[in-house]
T-cell receptor, first 112, second 113 residues
Framework: GNSVTQMEGPVTLSEEAFLTINCTYT??????LFWYVQYPGEGLQLLLK?????DKGSNKGFEATYRKETTSFHLEKGSVQVSDSAVYFC???????????FGQGTRLTINP | DAGVIQSPRHEVTEMGQEVTLRCKPI?????LFWYRQTMMRGLELLIY????????DSGMPEDRFSAKMPNASFSTLKIQPSEPRDSAVYFC???????????FGPGTRLTVT
């Protein structure tokens, strides 16, 4: 079945550091890929998405490129801020389906 | 737009009691999803509805769990009887059926003692 694997956390960085959170997936079809962010005490919010191979999703300085050849969708940001501290979830949605399959989440802490 | 509304935000109950969680989706959305989040199992889809009809309940853990959607603006998730292992954060999300984006509520943190 479909699955998503994220790099294990927690991840702790200093402000202005470069961020990469790895995400790889297994899917039978041509899924859409997502990154969601969960701030403390809140629900998940969509951060960015990509719907086909080589698409790049971007938002709030974060980027991720849909790489079909490596089945990956790594999240990157060039310079993180304290306000980026949150839990990040990679997810996929199979073509024609409604269900989202989530990775286990990666907790990110940014220190000033 | 008020977003997805869930109540209560926190619930503490004793083992064996009935628990009812409530969700109001975003107006106009015709799909509704219930998720459970735990440290051990992460985020799991329990059940989802399209146009108030349950489509896939394969994630519902056992018969103690039931979900209803009597109309387009309200859904409930009931646990009866509750057990300590049901302690988790329960999220409701809604979307347009053909949309790829789901909008999540703030969650209900359930503690069963």
């Amino acid at each position: 079945g479909n699955s998503v694997t994220q790099m294990e956390g927690p991840v702790t960085l200093s402000e202005e550091a470069f961020l990469t959170i790895n995400c790889t997936y297994t899917a039978t079809g041509y899924p859409s890929l997502f990154w969601y962010v969960q701030y403390p005490g809140e629900g998940l919010q969509l951060l960015l998405k990509a719907t086909k191979a080589d698409d790049k999703g971007s938002n709030k300085g974060f980027e991720a490129t849909y790489r079909k050849e490596t089945t990956s969708f790594h999240l990157e940001k060039g310079s993180v801020q304290v306000s980026d501290s949150a839990v990040y979830f990679c997810a996929l949605r199979d073509q024609g389906a409604q269900k989202l399959v989530f990775g286990q989440g990666t907790r990110l802490t940014i220190n000033p | 737009d008020a977003g997805v509304i869930q109540s209560p935000r926190h619930e503490v109950t004793e083992m064996g009691q009935e628990v009812t969680l409530r969700c109001k989706p975003i107006s106009g959305h015709n799909s509704l999803f219930w998720y459970r989040q735990t440290m051990m199992r992460g985020l799991e889809l329990l059940i989802y509805f399209n146009n108030n009809v349950p489509i896939d309940d394969s994630g519902m853990p056992e018969d103690r769990f039931s979900a209803k959607m009597p109309n387009a603006s309200f859904s409930t998730l009931k646990i009866q009887p509750s057990e300590p292992r049901d302690s988790a954060v329960y999220f409701c999300a809604s979307s347009y059926r053909d949309s790829r984006e789901q909008y999540f509520g703030p969650g209900t943190r359930l503690t069963v003692t």
